[in-house]
């Protein structure tokens, strides 16, 4: 079986034909992200693949059902980019929900390390001979309150490193997990006694612009914001003013709303023509890097073993491993339904 690889990148490609060679695969890798001017490089193919930035939206799955495709396989967790409810009895749409909680949960805890003790700044200073002290004091992490918000897989390793600093952990979850010992509050009460609060959780339709000017108000002062999870959690101009207005201590971001254009690719040669990108990257307390959280060896080796697994059960066996349920109500949830498909 043939399938369209699309946004392939170099570190995609070792891991991919690692697995796929023990299965009838043939993977056709093209630089290009999916979208409506790129899905004819599918044709002839009986599957596609798919990352975080390709568009899969009623255009492209309208054409990918002409085609004779099927099953889409996502190698990501996320699925907001795809239009699952026109996809449902179109096109099987299937993802890797756990890949690596931990490489995600480590970069989150990497960044705010670097934002609070300014890591980052004196690497630049000493090597340009310069050991001053001044502008670099931070603060611990002992005794401060984090507010977690979405505690999957993610969020509750995240808690975990939280707990090896001896910090103070709420969280907030549309579904908590009764059977642990997090302590679940409102998302109005995480947003005002939280130092810091880092994002978790899938972006939907609920969670789109969680941190906005109305609830920039209600955050406590000098708080420190991260987002690993979907740049649209976060209206980034609401961001900006908030910390012009020293509402915010600082930012770390793995992810930006508009990332699609920009991320993973070299735009060292070129201006960017993004101007909220831009000053984001020019204040002192943002650290802004490339969606790379997922990017571990562990992590890589497991997508690619999910995503071949997810695609061989479904042409050998009929079965949709991990597949995105648009019926049964909850994407979140994963199952299979009649005869082992959602449809």
């Not at 060679?21 to 409506?36: I, V």
């Not at 920039?216 to 991260?226: P, R, S």
Request: aromatic content about 10%.
């Amino acid at each position: 079986m043939n399938i369209a690889f699309f946004d392939t990148k170099p570190y995609d490609r070792q891991y991919f034909e690692k697995y796929s060679k023990e299965t009838g695969l043939k993977f056709r890798f093209f630089e290009a992200k999916l979208n409506k001017d790129t899905v004819e490089l599918a044709k002839n193919c009986q599957g596609v693949c798919v990352f975080v930035n390709d568009t899969v939206d009623k255009e492209v799955i309208d054409a990918l059902y002409k085609m004779g495709i099927r099953i889409l396989a996502l190698r990501s967790a996320g699925y907001n980019n795809v239009d699952i409810k026109y996809a449902f009895n179109k096109i099987h749409i299937v993802r890797v929900p756990a890949y690596s909680p931990y490489a995600v949960a480590e970069h989150a805890m990497a960044l705010l390390l670097t934002q609070v003790r300014k890591t980052h700044k004196a690497y630049i200073r000493t090597r340009d001979f310069n050991f001053s002290l001044n502008g670099m004091t931070g603060f611990d992490l002992f005794n401060k309150t984090v507010g977690v918000v979405g505690t999957g897989k993610i969020g509750k390793v995240f808690i975990d490193i939280c707990k090896g600093f001896k910090m103070n952990v709420i969280a907030y979850d549309k579904f908590p997990d009764k059977n642990s010992d997090i302590k679940y509050v409102d998302i109005d009460t995480l947003y005002k006694q939280s130092d810091i609060i880092s994002f978790h959780c899938p972006l939907t339709e609920e969670t789109y612009h969680l941190i906005n000017n109305e609830t920039l108000k209600t955050l406590k002062d000098g708080v420190i914001i991260i987002n690993t999870s979907r740049g649209a959690l976060i209206d980034a101009e609401a961001l900006i003013e908030g910390i012009r207005l020293k509402k915010i201590g600082g930012a770390c971001l793995d992810v930006y709303e508009e990332e699609s254009d920009v991320f993973f690719e070299d735009n060292s040669e070129n201006a960017l023509n993004d101007d909220t990108l831009l000053k984001l990257i020019s204040m002192p307390n943002v650290i802004l890097t490339s969606h790379q959280a997922f990017l571990t060896d562990e992590a890589l080796d497991n997508i690619a073993k999910i995503t071949v697994s997810n695609l061989n059960n479904y042409f050998k066996n009929g079965v949709c491993d991990n597949e995105v349920c648009y019926r049964c109500g909850k994407c979140e949830e994963l199952g299979t339904h009649q005869n082992n498909k959602c449809f």
